[in-house]
């Protein structure tokens, strides 16, 4: 935690773009800095906690689809991956990296593009979205994770430049069924929550949507399913592996063993050892359900977390239950729930927040933020007790990500 007197600037990624916003150093006056790729998906913009200079872009780019942008002068300036996440072809030899004498990037897409639309098989085996981004452990600098719909996960060691497929769990999703659905949700099965432990970079978890959360201790070469205690009244078997619905998964950053899942059916913690996870959102008010995509927690308290509910009944029209947004926290690890909504509309707010669009700086007071589908981006200064809008009229946010100056 850093005390009061830090800038922090939040990295929105939104529907049509990428934006910045930085505050002054007491958090009360916010400046918006213009914008990237305006009219292309920016699905997750991150800075990378290694080196404050380098920054991440996972983009989708019109016809030329999908690829990330990175930049190492802060933002500065940008480049677009040379090699961005592609799945190896079945002839291909599985190297670590590519050659860096590989086709110029706009016309393998090109070419990629007419492939898949005449080919079916090509078009399974395509990547049609860079969703999630998650830099490396602290003892590798210039690694990265990206995840991907279809499922997939891939690594860069360059900073963003060149990637490669984490073959381990690409082979993974293929080999189990479930894991490689088509339309499964409105954006397809993604490939989200990569987590690594601080304590072991060969340590990672990741979730799939309507898949599963699944843990590897080899660095992605193998995968085991952790999704017991997951309730799933979608599945005619709630208790199988694979096909659960994960909205986002965390790690507490001082407690690792600490997890929370905010996923289609409830709010859930686990706490490792342990493989069952346990439905806390249960002890959320009836009247407002455990539905939700986001959760946040605090950086040095693993009992206190943040969620956004939503509306998940019947049709789920994925707005604020009865038009009024409220931010939920725990401070007992779930066994209890308290509503914060000073400041919020006590009506007619019907808008949600996507699962990359909250997350919390790291200064005192902690400060939290929120970007919502209709282009507004919310901050507290109070560590949720009560909310201030700090910039509106944005396309509708997809990720905001918070770093410090």
Known sequence: MKPAGIRVKLLIGKRKGSFTIT??????????????YLGHIIYHYVSDPRDPQSYVIAAKTGHLGPTIYFSKDGGATWKESSHPPQFEKKSESKEVLPEADIVKESARKIEAEANSNADPES????????????????????????????????????????????TGFNEYTQANEGLHGEGATPGGQLTHSILIDPRDANHLYTSISVGGTFESTDKGTTWTPINKGIEAEFLPDPDTPYGHDPHLVVAHPANPDRLYQQNHCGIYRLDRP?????RIGNNMPKEIGDIGFPIVVHPENADRAWVFPMDGTEVW????PDGKPAVYETQDAGESWHRHDMGLPTEHGYFTVKRQAMCADYTVPLG?????????????LDEGNSWNCI???????????????
């Open 23 to 36: 505050s002054d150093p007491v958090r009360i006056r916010w400046n918006l800095e213009g914008h990237n």
């Open 123 to 166: 078009k399974a085996n395509s990547v049609e979205t860079v969703f999630w981004l998650t830099p490396g452990h602290q003892s590798e600098p210039g690694v990265w994770y990206a995840g991907t719909a279809p499922p997939g996960m891939f690594i860069t060691r360059d900073g963003g430049d060149t990637w490669a497929p984490v």
């Open 274 to 278: 342990d493989v069952k996870w346990v």
């Open 317 to 320: 029209p994925r707005t604020s």
């Open 368 to 380: 939290l933020y929120f970007g919502t589908t209709c282009g507004e981006v919310w901050a507290s």
């Open 391 to 405: 910039i509106r009229h944005l396309p509708e946010i997809y990720s905001v990500t918070a770093t410090m100056e």
